[in-house]
């Protein structure tokens, strides 16, 4: 079992930069793929960046390519997401996932385990 929490949302304006952190509570956190998923009001819930467990694989949507980065602190069982060049578009509630079984990837139903989510609203 692990506990999931996000922060760092917020609201920013286009262009801008915010870090989201993903805390883990529980056993093994090292050992769990994870990954950034955002959903958007009155839209599905879509994949934003996956993570191996080791850090040595990454994965991103096409759409935050080159803007937003992944990356995992294992000594203190936290993932991050590093966003930058922030538009109207990311506007959506962002939230970690876990999957026990190390495959990870871009599908959400691979993860078993999910925060509550963190509000990122970007303004034009």
């Known amino acids: 079992q692990v506990q999931l929490v996000e922060s760092g949302g917020g609201l920013v304006q286009t262009g801008g930069s915010l870090r989201l952190s993903c805390a883990a509570s529980g056993r093994a956190f090292s050992r769990y793929a994870m990954a950034w998923f955002r959903q958007a009001p009155g839209k599905e819930r879509e994949f934003v960046a996956a993570?191996?467990?080791?850090?040595?694989?990454?994965d991103y949507a096409a759409f935050v390519k080159g803007r937003f980065t992944i990356s995992r602190d294992n000594a203190k069982n936290t993932m991050y997401l590093r966003m930058n060049s922030l538009k109207p578009e990311d506007t959506a509630v962002y939230y970690c996932?876990?999957?026990?079984?190390?495959?990870?990837?871009?599908?959400?139903?691979?993860?078993?385990?999910w925060g509550q989510g963190t509000q990122v609203t970007v303004s034009s």
């Open positions: 996932a876990a999957d026990g079984t190390g495959t990870g990837g871009s599908s959400w139903t691979t993860y078993g385990y």
């Open positions: 993570i191996s467990w080791s850090a040595s694989n990454t």
